[in-house]
Each structure stands twice: as structure tokens, then as C-alpha cells.
């Protein structure tokens, strides 16, 4: 520190040097006390540009110029975009040029300063805003501060329409002055190659779209999707950046062979967050959960006993599964010990896809979804499904008359199994059945 530091102006000895806030503030501030020497790189305001020099504040004793053969490097390019106001980064040439001025440089610090980013930018593989420049027959150019990068037409996300001639400048010129989301993939200083792509921004944009859609989610939530990709096991749903399963389990309440009988790629669709894995970054999807369940209200619909009519969708090794008419396409299986008195080891000795049949229930369990039915038991009861129907709504009104004794159900819990050719005289009491009536003692296996 030099003695005119240590001492006010006019002091003597050791007297302390009188505070001065103003000098301070100056100082603080750079204003007018900045000294500087060739090689110096400062930051400026550009006060004016006429066509042979520029004019730059620098904070310094007095304004910069760019002038003469510093001018004269300034790339075409890089003069058209400098505007009055605008910040820069010059270099110090000499700070008292013959003319007392204090020669700056733009070209160098510029250019320097902007590739520094550009090589930022790479290292981090920070994806940026950048604003369409040009183009040429390859590609898009888009500036970095002042540097020149390249889009290549296969590094857009739109791929453009390939002409007879293979001129593309007419759909390219439509993009120049939009903004664009890009990285840089590939940086050469020394070969002034700077490549950028709009697909690995994309690419990106997503990942870190998806992370924060996931850090949204939850289960019971209900989102909009889209219908990506179809597998064997299931259908992906786009929920907006991250992705979700919809298994086929849980694409419909009806039985479906395959997710694509139902669900198309594009399809906008509906559905309910089922489970949520952090770990493994899986969501578990459903669609059918938002529709109404056809098998809540199916104890109200069907009992014990009664007959059906159904027709027969699938057959397997240990039955047939049979669709009822007008039963909101509800499945019940047909255990192979159900199709006939006599014995089966394939159910197509009994039965064909497509068949009708009048089929009896034997079991409804609505909380599980399964409809155990029968078709050698048809024949222990001739009451139908409007005769069952009828014989309830006749018990539940008092004023009603009592349904006919050919039409009663037989009690499955207390009365015993009719003769196939005779009908019971009571729910509660009747001669017991031959031998060759009686049910199964095995109960059928649920579908």
C-alpha cells in the first residue's frame, strides 16, 4: 500500500488518514479510479458504433474505442447484432494509444468469453434456450453469445419433408427466429466446430420432466394418458413425461385375450393410480377402475339355483368359461366336473366355442369375481331365469300373490334335490331324489 493510501492529502507524520466516503463508494463501485494495463480483460457497455469504431464504457478514467484494425477483425456477423446498451467483454491493447485513447478488442474477449460458455455448456450437458440465426442446406444456425453453432437436420425433433429435389430451405426458413431447446454434443475451438442437437435436449427435457411428475403422483390419483406402446401383458400409458402400466388385468372388467382388442396406440385414455414404486420407478396403472363394476351388484341379480342362459367363450383343460346373455357380459366357469354325468377329459367333448346353453348357477361369490355354473344340474329344475325373477319380486310384495308351485326354486340349503321329471311340492320338504340326481359331491373349481 502506497504512503498516498496511508495518508489524506496535506497530512504529515503519522496522523490517521481522514475517512472519505465518497472515495469509497468510487472505489467500490470502479467509477473513474480503474487503472489498467495491456492484456486486461473488462467488462463494458457499448455507448455508441459508428462505421469505423465503437465506443465502450469500461469504468475506467475514459471510454474505450475500438477502432482501426481491431474494428476491422470484428466478424461481419458479430457487428450486425451489436446494439447501443449492449454488455461485452473487451481486451486491453494499449492503454494510451498515439491518439491518448485506450484501445480495446472485441473480437478476442468476445469470442473467447463465448466459447468458455460453449464449452461449459458441454461439459455439464446443460440443456439451453437458444433462438434460430439462419440455416444452410444442412441444418439450423443458432449463436452461442457470439458463437456460431450447428443444428443438423437429423438432430431435430421434426424431421423435415423430403422434397424431389431435396431442397429443404423452404420448410427450414420457417424456424428461423424461434426458440429452440438444445444441447451441445459435440465442441472442436480449434476447428470452430460447435454441433448442437434439439433431440438430446428433448431427450433431457423429459427425464427431468419425468422425475417431476413422479415426485407428483400418487396412488388413488386419476390422470389423463396416452396410449404409447402394446404388449402381450399389457398396455404403457404416457401420463405427460413419465410412464405408466396398465396391465390387461386391468384394462377391463370384461375378459379380453388381448390389451389391443380394447386399447389402440395414440388413444387418449383415463386412468387411476394403483401403486407407486420408488425404487424401481414403475407405475401401476388402471383403467377399468374408473368404469362401474358389473360384478357388485351381481348377488342382487343372480342366486343360487338358477338358471341361465350363456353362451360359451373359451374353452380350457380344466373347463369352459360361458358368457351370460344380458348380464353385462359377466364370465362364469363351467368346471370340467359340471359339464355331464359322464366322465370328460376335455371340454370340448361336451362343448364348442359359440355355443348357447341354458347353464344353472351354483355359486356367486361378487367380491372375489367368480361364477361357478353347471351344466349337468340343468335338468334338477325346470324354473327359468324369468320364472326365478318373478317368484322374488312375488315374495317381496305383500300384497302379491304367491308364485305357482311349478315355478318355486328349489332351496339348495334345506329341501332336497327334485326327480329331473318332477317339480317339488315345497321349498322346505319333498321325497328325496334318485341317485343319479343328486349334485356332485365335489364342488366345481372357480374360474
Same mark, same amino acid.
Given at each position: 500500500?502506497?504512503?498516498?493510501?496511508?495518508?489524506?492529502?496535506?497530512?504529515?507524520?503519522?496522523?490517521?488518514?481522514? !475517512?472519505?466516503?465518497?472515495?469509497? =463508494?468510487?472505489?467500490?463501485?470502479?467509477?473513474?479510479?480503474?487503472? %489498467?494495463?495491456?492484456?486486461?480483460?473488462?467488462?463494458?457497455?457499448?455507448?455508441?458504433?459508428?462505421?469505423?469504431?465503437?465506443?465502450?464504457?469500461?469504468?475506467?478514467?475514459?471510454?474505450?474505442?475500438?477502432?482501426?484494425? #481491431?474494428?476491422?477483425?470484428?466478424?461481419? /456477423?458479430?457487428?450486425?447484432?451489436?446494439?447501443?446498451?449492449?454488455?461485452?467483454?473487451?481486451?486491453?491493447?494499449?492503454?494510451?494509444?498515439?491518439?491518448?485513447?485506450?484501445?480495446?478488442?472485441?473480437?478476442?474477449?468476445?469470442? $473467447?468469453?463465448?466459447?468458455?460458455?460453449?464449452?461449459?455448456?458441454?461439459?455439464?450437458?446443460?440443456?439451453?434456450?437458444?433462438?434460430?440465426?439462419?440455416?444452410?442446406?444442412?441444418?439450423?444456425?443458432?449463436? &452461442?453469445?457470439? &458463437?456460431?453453432?450447428?443444428? !443438423?437436420?437429423?438432430?431435430?425433433?421434426?424431421?423435415? !419433408?423430403?422434397?424431389?429435389?431435396?431442397?429443404?430451405?423452404?420448410?427450414?426458413?420457417? *424456424?428461423?427466429?424461434?426458440?429452440?431447446? *438444445?444441447?451441445?454434443?459435440?465442441?472442436?475451438?480449434?476447428?470452430?466446430?460447435?454441433?448442437?442437437?434439439?433431440?438430446?435436449?428433448?431427450?433431457?427435457?423429459?427425464?427431468?420432466?419425468?422425475?417431476?411428475?413422479?415426485?407428483?403422483?400418487?396412488?388413488?390419483? %386419476?390422470?389423463?394418458?396416452?396410449?404409447? $406402446? @402394446?404388449?402381450?401383458?399389457?398396455?404403457?400409458?404416457?401420463?405427460?413425461?413419465?410412464?405408466?402400466?396398465?396391465?390387461?388385468? #386391468?384394462?377391463?372388467?370384461?375378459?379380453?385375450?388381448?390389451?389391443?382388442?380394447?386399447?389402440?396406440?395414440?388413444?387418449?385414455?383415463?386412468?387411476?393410480?394403483?401403486? @407407486? +414404486? !420408488?425404487?424401481?420407478?414403475?407405475?401401476? *396403472?388402471?383403467?377399468?377402475?374408473?368404469?362401474?363394476?358389473?360384478?357388485?351388484?351381481?348377488?342382487?341379480?343372480?342366486?343360487?339355483?338358477? =338358471?341361465?342362459?350363456?353362451?360359451?367363450?373359451?374353452?380350457?383343460?380344466?373347463?369352459?368359461?360361458?358368457?351370460?346373455?344380458?348380464?353385462?357380459?359377466?364370465?362364469?366357469?363351467?368346471?370340467?366336473?359340471?359339464?355331464?354325468?359322464?366322465?370328460?377329459?376335455?371340454?370340448? /367333448?361336451?362343448?364348442?366355442?359359440?355355443?348357447? *346353453?341354458?347353464?344353472?348357477?351354483?355359486?356367486?361369490?361378487?367380491?372375489?369375481?367368480?361364477?361357478?355354473?353347471?351344466?349337468?344340474?340343468?335338468?334338477?329344475?325346470?324354473?327359468?331365469?324369468?320364472?326365478?325373477?318373478?317368484?322374488?319380486?312375488?315374495?317381496?310384495? +305383500?300384497?302379491?300373490?304367491?308364485?305357482?308351485?311349478?315355478?318355486?326354486?328349489?332351496?339348495?340349503?334345506?329341501?332336497?334335490?327334485?326327480?329331473?321329471?318332477?317339480?317339488?311340492?315345497?321349498?322346505? $320338504?319333498?321325497?328325496?331324489?334318485?341317485?343319479?340326481?343328486?349334485?356332485?359331491?365335489?364342488?366345481? %373349481?372357480?374360474?
Amino acid at each position: 500500500m502506497t504512503s498516498q493510501n496511508m495518508h489524506a492529502p496535506g497530512s504529515t507524520g503519522n496522523k490517521p488518514v481522514e !475517512p472519505n466516503p465518497m472515495h469509497d =463508494l468510487l472505489e467500490q463501485q470502479g467509477y473513474g479510479l480503474k487503472e %489498467v494495463s495491456t492484456g486486461d480483460v473488462l467488462s463494458g457497455t457499448i455507448l455508441s458504433i459508428a462505421p469505423d469504431e465503437i465506443l465502450v464504457n469500461v469504468n475506467t478514467k475514459s471510454e474505450g474505442v475500438i477502432s482501426g484494425e #481491431e474494428y476491422a477483425q470484428v466478424p461481419p /456477423e458479430m457487428l450486425a447484432d451489436l446494439q447501443v446498451g449492449d454488455a461485452v467483454t473487451v481486451y486491453v491493447v494499449n492503454p494510451h494509444d498515439r491518439a491518448g485513447n485506450l484501445a480495446l478488442a472485441l473480437t478476442r474477449s468476445q469470442s $473467447s468469453r463465448d466459447w468458455i460458455e460453449a464449452e461449459e455448456l458441454h461439459t455439464s450437458q446443460n440443456v439451453f434456450e437458444g433462438i434460430v440465426a439462419g440455416y444452410n442446406k444442412g441444418g439450423l444456425i443458432v449463436k &452461442v453469445g457470439k &458463437v456460431r453453432g450447428f443444428v !443438423p437436420t437429423s438432430q431435430l425433433i421434426t424431421r423435415p !419433408p423430403r422434397t424431389e429435389d431435396g431442397d429443404l430451405s423452404s420448410y427450414l426458413t420457417t *424456424l428461423v427466429g424461434k426458440k429452440m431447446h *438444445l444441447k451441445v454434443i459435440e465442441l472442436d475451438r480449434e476447428k470452430n466446430r460447435l454441433i448442437l442437437s434439439e433431440r438430446a435436449a428433448q431427450r433431457d427435457a423429459r427425464k427431468l420432466q419425468k422425475e417431476q411428475l413422479f415426485n407428483d403422483l400418487k396412488e388413488g390419483d %386419476v390422470r389423463d394418458g396416452e396410449v404409447m $406402446s @402394446i404388449a402381450d401383458f399389457g398396455a404403457f400409458i404416457d401420463l405427460g413425461g413419465a410412464d405408466g402400466l396398465v396391465h390387461i388385468s #386391468e384394462i377391463s372388467w370384461k375378459p379380453i385375450h388381448h390389451p389391443g382388442d380394447v386399447l389402440k396406440i395414440g388413444q387418449k385414455v383415463k386412468v387411476q393410480i394403483l401403486k @407407486i +414404486d !420408488p425404487e424401481t420407478r414403475r407405475v401401476g *396403472l388402471s383403467v377399468k377402475r374408473l368404469e362401474a363394476d358389473p360384478w357388485r351388484d351381481l348377488e342382487n341379480h343372480y342366486k343360487e339355483g338358477q =338358471l341361465v342362459e350363456a353362451e360359451i367363450t373359451k374353452l380350457t383343460k380344466f373347463g369352459a368359461f360361458a358368457r351370460i346373455k344380458d348380464g353385462n357380459d359377466i364370465e362364469g366357469l363351467v368346471h370340467i366336473s359340471e359339464l355331464s354325468d359322464k366322465r370328460v377329459t376335455n371340454a370340448r /367333448e361336451v362343448v364348442k366355442e359359440g355355443q348357447m *346353453l341354458t347353464l344353472r348357477v351354483l355359486r356367486v361369490e361378487a367380491d372375489k369375481h367368480r361364477l361357478a355354473l353347471s351344466l349337468k344340474r340343468v335338468a334338477q329344475g325346470e324354473y327359468t331365469d324369468e320364472d326365478w325373477r318373478q317368484a322374488l319380486a312375488d315374495a317381496n310384495t +305383500d300384497s302379491g300373490p304367491a308364485p305357482e308351485a311349478d315355478s318355486q326354486p328349489e332351496s339348495m340349503d334345506n329341501g332336497p334335490a327334485p326327480e329331473a321329471d318332477t317339480q317339488p311340492e315345497s321349498t322346505n $320338504s319333498g321325497p328325496a331324489p334318485e341317485a343319479d340326481s343328486q349334485p356332485d359331491a365335489n364342488e366345481p %373349481v372357480d374360474g
